[in-house]
């Protein structure tokens, strides 16, 4: 049986992962990247062509190919956004790719060009919307739900019966205790404990670490 094909959508860091991880783990064969044409500088990424969005059609037609997203975080996850819109307004459709070390229940919804990497815990119950990324080593308790276009760093734990609204992004190790509304486009800054409601495009940090008066020698360490 012949694969698959798949499309690259992007030409950064996280465009190439997504090509190693479709490669290895999925029957998809990837055949390329694409960007828009202002943006492309390069012809070749990882001995693979790429190609402008704007021309995608006539070399990746969408009824032979599938195409995925793989673009950051950038203006709270607008720029992915677009671009998905885009893609799939032109007829592809954006598989999504949950490592294989990662139990999915059936009581629990995976939307479209969704990114889940290794050793995520998603417990029963909870929905990931669609373009939405979990960078490795989450924790997604029990009935919450995370909405469309998040970002979720690593090890980050959402408690149980949490809602995230869209457009969220949450910073490595961050924690969020249970019962919680995440509102649209909060920024979630790394190691940040959150313990009430957000409200729509807040930004939360935590305080950044200072050096001791002592250096590691003087410590006698």
């Known amino acids: 049986m ?11 860091l996280f465009a190439e992962v997504a090509k190693d991880y479709f490669h ?11 960007c828009h044409s202002k943006y492309k500088d390069k012809e070749i990424i990882a001995d693979l062509p790429v190609q402008a969005i704007e021309d995608m059609k006539d070399f990746w037609p969408e009824t032979d190919f599938d195409a995925f997203v793989a673009i950051g975080y950038q203006k709270m996850n607008k720029v992915r956004e677009s671009v998905y819109k885009e893609i799939k307004d032109m007829g592809y459709f954006s598989p999504s790719f949950v490592h294989p070390n990662v139990k999915i229940w059936d009581t629990s919804q995976i939307g479209k060009n969704v990114f889940i ?5 998603i417990q029963p119950y909870s ?4 373009n ?24 980050v734990v959402i408690s149980g019966s949490c ?17 919680l509304t995440i ?9 940040a404990l959150i313990m009430k409601d957000t409200k729509e495009k807040e930004v939360y940090v935590s305080a950044p ?12 360490f």
């Open 24 to 34: 290895e783990y999925t029957d998809y064969e990837v055949v390329g990247f694409a």
């Open 183 to 191: 509102e649209k486009e909060t920024l979630i800054g790394a190691g």
């Open 163 to 179: 809602v995230i609204r869209d457009n969220v992004f949450i910073g490595v190790n961050s924690t969020l205790r249970d019962g």
């Open 127 to 130: 929905s990931i919307g669609n």
């Open 117 to 121: 990497f290794e050793d995520n815990t």
């Open 2 to 12: 012949m694969k698959r094909k798949l499309v690259i959508i992007g030409t950064g």
């Open 209 to 220: 670490d200072k050096p001791f008066t002592k250096n590691s020698e003087e410590v006698g």
């Open 132 to 155: 939405t990324i979990l960078w490795s080593g989450n924790h997604i308790g029990h009935h919450s739900s995370i909405g469309d276009n998040c970002f979720i760093s690593s090890h």
